[in-house]
């Protein structure tokens, strides 16, 4: 006598589930309203955009209650990866079904509006795609892409000894490449340490318009090519659905036990041989329980059940009630309630809590996530930076005239202060070769390379002064001063918007300095704005921060994980973490807020625009400093442009060897030299505002030429356009002119 796996109380409800699974896996495909077809359907009630993937559907839907079976029979800690990704109505229905999507998302909620929603997002703008996406409860393959489940659910079956990955191969898949190679995965499945993998080939026949090779071979190939892969095969064939259920749910409870005794060998008994795992080939009709013959072709069956079985109802009328018996075939009102809730008794046919499969966390990132053991960086650090080709450049320059008077390459890769001493004297030296009694030396340097020994090494000679900048937060009290104090600098900035400084002295390494306090206005504006963009970009994500942390979203409701993300928004930014201050309230009603930090606020502001200048020339002018200062900042940006492509033509500019770098930083320091000869011959007679070498440059390339052959002449003329006005004044100051026709030649 032989004994059923499945009581037929037992088979009437999971026969039940599954029809509840094809229903919904319809009408998120076809529905717009109307989804309890409490009323006839008409065409308003169905989307006039049809997409998705019918074929597939109810044979993962098939599955997936008869997972549920085993995994509460069995309680197995259970993920399911659907390489036929793209029947997303299958796994977004199931975890619907089972809760999971609900809880994650509340506004999809167990009722007859949640239902209506359900249907309505499905391929829908604003909504969620057609097939099993990152989104979806319980998902970690993307159902787009095919070919690479099975690779994907042996990594997460790895190093997880209790995991038992289902993963559901689709016919058309399993001809892929990557899906080919992957059935020798099972040859690094250690039983002892690993988790399982049971594949699922579902054999429905065809793929989007062909058949597939897998369902056309004789079964006795098939069984011996998986066999071959090192897989002991179990087949559940027909159409059925009755006997279907019987031979699944007999063949499931064999593969589950298998894969204890597998595992029980290894890690109880010691058995190291490789095992012959067990897998499932379910060949059932694609398309199976939907439409028979639509328009006189067979759909179930074959490829065209594929994606969409019916056509749009408007232009196909006698589609519309077709789509109606197709739905009512399903029985909605045996399996939902009046309320739209799934009846209590095939709610119960569902796993609970984790070991529901949209709920489990090895299928939900984040859940389960630790840190990584990772080795302290610092034991791996390299005495400075000798691993990178860096070197320096000192120059001397002409405070008179900003020609380059001398220049020295220094190793970059040294802390500053060996070098800063050795520099300095060679700057010096040369200095006094120049003129031996009354040459200063003034050091002009910024923030980066004001150390107390470079400063020292300073303050030791009577003829070198320096001139650099310092953090404004080093001196907040004086940086912050009301503009009232502040005086107007000559010539910088705008007549209606002037630079402001504020002259000062305080002590700064050992000694009594010079400190000039500037504030830039239209430096200040722009750095407020960025702020306040800055914290609205600030605001509105904490906005999305609260929203999760109140549903409580999964990895949403940890406040301390909360604060993480926070501070990494604030590094992406380039912001600080103190403009904002975070409250969480955690308990059944979790409640996130966050307020603006003004005090915080007001005292960046205070700050923008502000650059604090300190020298130990106490008989120079406050403009002087300024000018001084800047000098470094003219040079610099001379010396960049120096090194432009339009003005050096020297190629390649990007070196690593300390050769190449040296013999091109003698070909920009050249160039500087011409641009600064350009720019003190051209502005010697000029009236009006100085003009840069660059844009002297830039203004003698827009003057253009031609070659013109002239008629009984042998050699051609190259002849100019009429330069404009800045044009011919650099012509002038050469000692060029243009001739009426066109002509250059010497003054």
Same mark, same amino acid.
């Not at 008409?42 to 109810?58: I, N």
């Not at 800063?420 to 070769?433: A, L, Q």
């Not at 070909?667 to 030299?673: D, F, G, R, S, Y």
């Not at 390339?701 to 004044?729: D, F, I, N, W």
């Given at each position: #006598?032989?004994?059923?796996?499945?009581?037929?109380?037992?088979?009437?409800?999971?026969?039940?589930?599954?029809?509840?699974?094809?229903?919904?896996?319809?009408? =998120?495909?076809?529905?717009?309203?109307?989804?309890?077809?409490?009323?006839?359907?008409?065409?308003?009630?169905?989307?006039? &955009?049809?997409?998705?993937?019918?074929?597939?559907?109810?044979?993962?839907?098939?599955?997936?209650?008869?997972?549920?079976?085993?995994?509460?029979?069995?309680?197995? @800690?259970?993920?399911?990866?659907?390489?036929?990704?793209?029947?997303?109505?299958?796994?977004?229905?199931?975890?619907?079904?089972?809760?999971?999507?609900?809880?994650?998302?509340?506004?999809?909620?167990?009722?007859?509006?949640?239902?209506?929603?359900?249907?309505? =997002?499905?391929?829908?703008?604003?909504?969620?795609?057609?097939?099993?996406?990152?989104?979806?409860?319980?998902?970690?393959?993307?159902?787009?892409?095919?070919?690479?489940?099975?690779?994907?659910?042996?990594?997460?079956?790895?190093?997880?000894?209790?995991?038992?990955?289902?993963?559901?191969?689709?016919?058309?898949?399993?001809?892929?490449?990557?899906?080919?190679?992957?059935?020798?995965?099972?040859?690094?499945?250690?039983?002892?340490?690993?988790?399982?993998?049971?594949?699922?080939?579902?054999?429905?026949?065809?793929?989007?318009?062909?058949?597939?090779?897998?369902?056309?071979?004789?079964?006795?190939?098939?069984?011996?090519?998986?066999?071959?892969?090192?897989?002991?095969?179990?087949?559940?064939?027909?159409?059925?659905?009755?006997?279907?259920?019987?031979? #699944?749910?007999?063949?499931?409870?064999?593969?589950?036990?298998?894969?204890?005794?597998?595992?029980?060998?290894?890690?109880?008994?010691?058995?190291?041989?490789?095992?012959?795992?067990?897998?499932?080939?379910?060949?059932?009709?694609?398309?199976?329980?939907?439409?028979?013959?639509?328009?006189?072709?067979?759909?179930?069956?074959?490829?065209?059940?594929?994606?969409?079985?019916?056509?749009?109802?408007?232009?196909?009328?006698?589609?519309?009630?077709?789509?109606?018996?197709?739905?009512?075939?399903?029985?909605?009102?045996?399996?939902?309630?009046?309320?739209?809730?799934? &009846?209590?008794?095939?709610?119960?046919?569902?796993?609970?809590?984790?070991?529901? #499969?949209?709920?489990?966390?090895?299928?939900?990132?984040?859940?389960?996530?630790?840190?990584?053991?990772?080795?302290?960086?610092?034991?791996?650090?390299? @005495?400075?930076?000798?691993?990178?080709?860096?070197?320096?450049?000192?120059?001397?320059?002409?405070?008179?005239?900003?020609?380059?008077?001398?220049? %020295?390459?220094?190793?970059?890769?040294?802390? @500053?202060?060996?070098?800063?001493?050795?520099?300095?004297?060679?700057?010096?030296?040369?200095?006094?070769?120049?003129?031996?009694?009354?040459?200063?030396?003034?050091?002009?340097?910024?923030?980066?390379?004001?150390?107390?020994?470079?400063?020292?090494?300073?303050?030791?000679?009577?003829?070198?002064?320096?001139?650099?900048?310092?953090?404004?937060?080093?001196?907040?009290?004086?940086?912050?001063?009301?503009?009232?104090?502040?005086?107007?600098?000559?010539?910088?900035?705008?007549?209606?918007?002037?630079?402001?400084?504020?002259?000062?002295?305080?002590?700064?390494?050992?000694?009594?300095?010079?400190?000039?306090?500037?504030?830039?206005?239209?430096?200040?504006?722009?750095?407020?704005?960025?702020?306040?963009?800055?914290?609205?970009?600030?605001?509105?994500?904490?906005?999305?921060?609260?929203?999760?942390?109140?549903?409580?979203?999964?990895?949403?409701?940890?406040?301390?994980?909360?604060?993480? %993300?926070?501070?990494?928004?604030?590094?992406?930014?380039?912001?600080?973490?103190?403009?904002?201050?975070?409250?969480?309230?955690?308990?059944?009603?979790?409640? #996130?807020?966050?307020?603006?930090?003004?005090?915080?606020?007001?005292?960046?502001?205070?700050?923008?625009?502000?650059?604090?200048?300190?020298?130990?020339?106490?008989?120079?002018?406050?403009?002087?400093?300024?000018?001084?200062?800047?000098?470094?900042?003219?040079?610099?940006?001379?010396?960049?442009?120096?090194?432009?492509?339009?003005? /050096?033509? /020297?190629?390649?500019?990007?070196?690593?060897?300390?050769?190449?770098?040296?013999?091109?930083?003698?070909?920009?320091?050249?160039?500087?030299?011409?641009?600064?000869?350009?720019?003190?011959?051209?502005?010697?007679?000029?009236?009006?505002?100085?003009?840069?070498?660059?844009?002297?440059?830039?203004?003698?390339?827009?003057?253009?030429?031609?070659?013109?052959?002239?008629?009984?002449?042998?050699?051609?003329?190259?002849?100019?356009?009429?330069?404009?006005?800045?044009?011919?004044? /650099?012509?002038?100051?050469?000692?060029?002119?243009?001739?009426?026709?066109?002509?250059?030649?010497?003054?």
């Amino acid at each position: #006598m032989n004994t059923k796996t499945l009581t037929p109380e037992l088979l009437r409800r999971m026969d039940a589930y599954w029809r509840a699974a094809n229903y919904l896996s319809v009408g =998120q495909m076809y529905l717009y309203d109307n989804p309890l077809l409490k009323r006839p359907l008409t065409l308003t009630d169905v989307k006039h &955009m049809l997409l998705g993937h019918w074929g597939t559907t109810p044979g993962q839907n098939f599955i997936y209650v008869h997972l549920n079976r085993v995994i509460k029979k069995y309680d197995l @800690d259970m993920i399911y990866v659907s390489g036929p990704g793209h029947g997303g109505p299958a796994v977004v229905g199931n975890t619907y079904l089972e809760g999971t999507y609900s809880e994650i998302y509340p506004d999809i909620s167990q009722d007859k509006a949640g239902l209506r929603k359900l249907f309505l =997002q499905f391929s829908f703008p604003g909504g969620i795609p057609s097939h099993a996406s990152p989104e979806c409860p319980g998902s970690i393959h993307e159902g787009g892409e095919l070919g690479y489940s099975l690779s994907h659910s042996f990594g997460a079956a790895f190093d997880n000894p209790d995991l038992v990955v289902a993963c559901v191969v689709g016919d058309g898949e399993a001809e892929t490449g990557p899906l080919a190679t992957a059935w020798h995965s099972n040859k690094f499945l250690d039983p002892a340490t690993d988790g399982a993998v049971l594949p699922i080939l579902h054999l429905n026949g065809y793929k989007i318009s062909n058949p597939t090779v897998l369902a056309r071979i004789p079964r006795e190939e098939l069984d011996q090519l998986l066999r071959g892969y090192g897989w002991t095969p179990y087949f559940v064939e027909g159409y059925e659905p009755g006997p279907m259920h019987e031979a #699944m749910a007999a063949t499931l409870d064999t593969a589950v036990e298998q894969i204890r005794k597998i595992q029980q060998d290894a890690r109880v008994c010691g058995n190291v041989a490789r095992p012959r795992w067990p897998m499932i080939v379910l060949d059932s009709p694609k398309g199976w329980t939907g439409p028979k013959r639509v328009d006189g072709r067979q759909i179930e069956g074959t490829f065209r059940s594929h994606q969409v079985p019916l056509s749009d109802p408007v232009t196909h009328p006698g589609h519309l009630q077709l789509l109606e018996d197709w739905l009512r075939s399903y029985r909605p009102e045996e399996l939902f309630d009046e309320q739209g809730r799934l &009846m209590p008794e095939l709610a119960e046919l569902a796993p609970k809590g984790d070991r529901r #499969m949209g709920a489990n966390p090895h299928a939900n990132g984040g859940i389960l996530l630790r840190d990584l053991r990772m080795p302290d960086f610092r034991d791996y650090a390299v @005495d400075g930076k000798h691993h990178l080709r860096q070197l320096g450049l000192a120059l001397l320059v002409d405070r008179g005239t900003e020609l380059p008077l001398f220049y %020295r390459v220094y190793e970059g890769n040294t802390h @500053d202060s060996v070098v800063f001493r050795r520099i300095i004297d060679e700057m010096f030296g040369v200095m006094c070769g120049f003129n031996t009694t009354k040459q200063r030396l003034t050091v002009v340097f910024d923030k980066g390379m004001n150390s107390p020994e470079a400063i020292r090494t300073i303050d030791g000679n009577t003829r070198v002064h320096f001139i650099t900048t310092y953090s404004p937060h080093f001196v907040e009290e004086l940086a912050g001063t009301d503009l009232k104090q502040f005086a107007p600098l000559v010539h910088q900035g705008k007549e209606e918007d002037p630079v402001l400084a504020l002259r000062s002295r305080i002590p700064l390494w050992d000694q009594e300095r010079t400190v000039v306090v500037t504030h830039n206005p239209k430096t200040a504006r722009k750095k407020r704005y960025t702020l306040e963009q800055k914290l609205e970009s600030l605001r509105l994500t904490l906005l999305e921060y609260r929203r999760a942390y109140r549903e409580k979203q999964p990895h949403w409701r940890n406040p301390e994980a909360i604060r993480e %993300r926070y501070l990494r928004e604030c590094e992406r930014l380039h912001i600080g973490a103190q403009y904002y201050r975070l409250d969480f309230t955690e308990g059944d009603s979790c409640e #996130m807020s966050f307020r603006k930090d003004p005090y915080q606020v007001g005292k960046s502001e205070a700050l923008f625009g502000r650059n604090v200048i300190v020298t130990d020339n106490h008989d120079w002018t406050t403009e002087e400093i300024v000018k001084h200062s800047l000098d470094r900042y003219r040079i610099e940006k001379q010396f960049r442009a120096s090194k432009s492509a339009d003005h /050096v033509n /020297v190629n390649p500019f990007y070196h690593w060897t300390d050769g190449k770098i040296r013999c091109h930083l003698l070909c920009c320091v050249i160039a500087l030299v011409a641009l600064r000869m350009i720019e003190t011959t051209v502005n010697a007679n000029r009236a009006g505002e100085a003009i840069s070498g660059p844009t002297i440059l830039d203004r003698m390339r827009q003057l253009h030429s031609a070659l013109l052959l002239y008629p009984g002449k042998r050699e051609a003329e190259r002849v100019l356009e009429t330069p404009e006005k800045t044009q011919s004044e /650099v012509l002038s100051a050469f000692g060029y002119q243009i001739t009426d026709s066109g002509v250059l030649q010497k003054a």
